[in-house]
């Protein structure tokens, strides 16, 4: 059992927006300003796309976009392309027992 | 550019050990952090410790400790996962990645290695 909560998946037509949700505890989502977000497609390295909560990475697109209130985080990605379909993690600092701990991975699905 | 690259992958018997490196080009080694992460097939990422390259310095998940090591060559900016007693679920892709800023962010990843128990 993963550490931080995410839905197991998530789908959507091109052209809509989706929210990818990341369910922690005030320990490690909600501790500090550490909450990263990436994308995974089949066969590939994950890469980076959100850091700091909020924060992009340069080249990444501004259709990507991350929140958080309280313990739990959020990664929007907005006008959908089939392009988008891959796996998405996040990812936190954390005070507990582990520095570091993931999410169980989102599923990202374009109609 | 900044880069990680990793050792090529292995097949080992189940209470072998293995060793992963990971040689970091285009940036100052000792700057950044340097984690593990793993990915067992079909599955999700798991962080396994980090190692502050300046100094040593390790933290590993609780999982992983006693079991794994992690250690460094700053001489020719290469870091190491050891991991001892190997059993079957420790199948997986293992990854190093570089702390990206102040405690967030993996960026870049290396390629990965994939290490098969068997």
């Known amino acids: 059992q993963s550490a931080l909560t995410q839905p197991a998946s998530v789908s959507g037509s091109p052209g809509q927006s989706i929210t990818i949700s990341c369910s922690g505890t005030?320990?490690?989502?909600?501790?500090?300003?550490?909450v990263s977000w990436y994308q995974q497609h089949p066969g590939k390295v994950p890469t980076l796309i959100i850091y700091?909560?909020?924060k992009r990475p340069s080249g990444v697109s501004d259709r990507l976009s991350g929140s958080k209130s309280g313990n739990t985080a959020s990664l929007t990605i907005s006008g959908l392309q089939p392009e988008d379909e891959a796996d998405y993690y996040c990812?936190?600092?954390?005070?507990?027992?582990?520095?570091?701990?993931f999410g169980g991975g989102t599923k990202v699905t374009v109609l | 550019q900044v880069q990680l690259t990793q050792s090529a992958s292995e097949v080992k018997k189940p209470g072998a050990s293995v060793k992963v490196s990971c040689e970091a080009s285009?940036?100052?080694?000792?700057?950044?952090?340097l984690h593990w992460v793993r990915q067992a097939p079909g599955q999700g990422l798991e962080w396994m410790g980090r190692?502050?390259?300046?100094?040593?310095?390790?933290d590993y998940a609780p999982k992983f400790q006693g079991r794994v090591t992690m250690t460094r060559d700053t001489s020719i900016n290469t870091a190491y996962m050891e991991m001892s007693g190997l059993k079957t679920d420790d199948t997986a892709v293992y990854y190093c990645?570089?702390?990206?800023?102040?405690?967030?962010?993996?960026?870049?990843w290396g390629q990965g290695t994939l290490i098969t128990v068997s």
């Open positions: 285009g940036y100052t080694f000792t700057d950044y952090y």
């Open positions: 005030s320990r490690d989502v909600g501790y500090f300003k550490s």
């Open positions: 700091a909560d909020d």
């Open positions: 990812s936190s600092s954390s005070s507990g027992s582990s520095n570091c701990v």
């Open positions: 990645a570089k702390e990206y800023d102040v405690l967030t962010g993996y960026y870049p």
């Open positions: 190692i502050r390259p300046d100094n040593g310095a390790t």
